[in-house]
């Protein structure tokens, strides 16, 4: 039986003009509702956003996306082009900023709890640390270290085509967590590697709860 995961050079699309011989022509709709410019329903979904995902690239051109959230309206509209993220306390890998800082050109991926329709938006970014910016996002008394401000060069609401068949909000198709080990534990695995206790590995997934509750801001 041949190896079905093995890539068959005769099949690999080569370039943009064999891609598109595989699809049908865009919808004009889907090519106008691009904007240059946050509108009043953009700014409503981006009030209504409790998360995103930030897309960016290295100078090296390696990829990387990674989640922001916060309560809802966490992103500040400072005006029709421009939005403020607020950055929370992470792992301090900063691979977002470090990107930023060689390449600004981010992808943005807004959603909403409910909806099945998302927002994407594409600019270019930069880091503030300016106090007056920050103070704007103060959480329990906490302001972020910095702020990534985004220049919107294109937004549009995406269909809900991607959702509709993840059936991502539908409670039926929620996913027990214990099916899996915990964070520390496939973290523990994939690094030491070395045998622990259960009971042992209880209060090391309880101590990493308690430090969610400290570090949250």
Avoid at 18 to 24: E, G, I, K, N
Avoid at 78 to 92: A, F, H, M, V, Y
Avoid at 198 to 206: H, L, N, S, T
Wanted: charged share 25%; hydrophobic share 35%; glycine share 4%.
């Amino acid at each position: 039986m041949a190896d079905k995961t093995q890539l068959k050079p005769e099949f690999l699309v080569k370039d943009e003009q064999d891609l598109r011989t595989l699809f049908s022509e865009t919808h004009p709709i889907a090519v106008e509702k691009c904007q240059n410019h946050l509108d009043k329903h953009a700014m409503n979904f981006v009030a209504r956003s409790p998360f995103l995902c930030i897309g960016t690239q290295s100078s090296a051109g390696s990829a990387d996306v990674s989640p922001r959230g916060d309560p809802c309206g966490f992103v500040k509209i400072l005006d029709d082009k421009t939005l403020l993220i607020p950055d929370r306390p992470g792992n301090n890998r900063l691979d977002t900023h470090t990107n930023i800082l060689v390449n600004p050109a981010v992808g943005l991926l807004f959603m909403v709890p409910g909806f099945d329709d998302t927002m994407r938006v594409n600019g270019r970014a930069k880091i503030t640390r300016d106090p007056d910016l920050l103070s704007l996002m103060v959480v329990n008394d906490r302001m972020p270290t910095v702020a990534i401000v985004v220049t919107v060069e294109e937004v549009f609401i995406h269909c809900a085509k991607a959702f509709r068949r993840s059936k991502l909000w539908d409670p039926s198709q929620r996913q027990n967590r214990s099916d899996m080990p915990s964070l520390l534990k496939i973290i523990m695995d994939q690094t030491t590697g070395a045998p622990i206790d259960p009971e042992e590995m209880k209060k090391i997934d309880a101590g990493l709860e308690d430090e969610y509750q400290k570090t949250m801001y």
